[in-house]
């Protein structure tokens, strides 16, 4: 089936820094979606996006839809505690009711 | 907040039980999906719907029976479950026609022994 690369797979990070992380694809999608999930929950949307080049920002999150449309990027500025998590992107292809799931990119503070 | 509940949040049974997870939404989305989510594999569609008894399978299907007879529930069903089911159970509702962002429930946690 249809695969997302998402990197990297964990990240440790000191608070202050700024996070980057990306997913890829070698099909051509027509939205980005980007989500957060926190330990025993579901996962939450943090930013969609829609169009080609596309940049939005959500807070100190910003998102873009890559001009190729075959990839998305998601920057954290100034990390604090509270972004530790587990990052998803997902990616809908043509007029599937479906999402393509990236496996994640695990964010962790450095104590 | 999209007025998605799941029941149970918890379950522990034994192979080869019947098992039924409930997803109940309260703002009349017409898609409906179930997934399953596991270490390493993120998250992986079972079944979804795309209104009143239309259903349809996804990615990982097998061992896995779905029903929807009201818009506001979509149950799962393991006919007999099996210690590869374990895993969270999450219920997610699309936004609407125009768009695809997805919305999740706080999950069901199977754990089959």
């Known amino acids: 089936g249809q695969q997302l690369n998402q990197s990297p797979q964990s990240m440790f990070i000191q608070e202050g820094e700024d996070v980057s992380m990306n997913c890829t694809s070698s099909s051509i999608f027509n939205t980005w979606l980007w989500y957060k999930q926190e330990p025993g929950e579901g996962p939450v949307l943090l930013i969609a996006l829609y169009k080609a080049g596309e940049l939005t920002s959500n807070g100190r999150l910003t998102a873009q839809f890559g001009i190729t449309r075959k990839d998305s990027f998601l920057n954290i500025s100034a990390s604090i505690p509270s972004d530790v998590g587990i990052y998803f992107c997902?990616?809908?292809?043509?007029?599937?009711?479906?999402?393509?799931w990236g496996a994640g990119t695990k964010l962790i503070i450095k104590p | 907040d999209a007025g998605i509940t799941q029941s149970p949040r918890h379950k522990v049974t034994e192979t080869g039980t019947p098992v039924t997870l409930r997803c109940h939404q309260t703002?009349?989305?017409?898609?409906m999906y179930w997934y399953r989510q596991d270490p390493g594999h993120g998250l992986r569609l079972i079944h979804y719907s795309y209104g009143v008894k239309d259903t349809d399978k996804g990615e990982v299907s097998d061992g896995y029976s779905v029903s929807r007879s009201k818009t506001e529930d979509f149950l799962l069903t393991l006919e007999s479950a099996t210690s590869s089911q374990t895993s969270v159970y999450f219920c997610?509702?699309?936004?609407?026609?125009?768009?695809?962002?997805?919305?999740f429930g706080p999950g069901t946690r199977l754990t089959v022994t």
């Open positions: 997610a509702i699309r936004a609407g026609y125009s768009s695809y962002e997805q919305y």
């Open positions: 997902a990616g809908q292809l043509g007029s599937n009711y479906q999402l393509i």
């Open positions: 703002e009349n989305h017409r898609y």
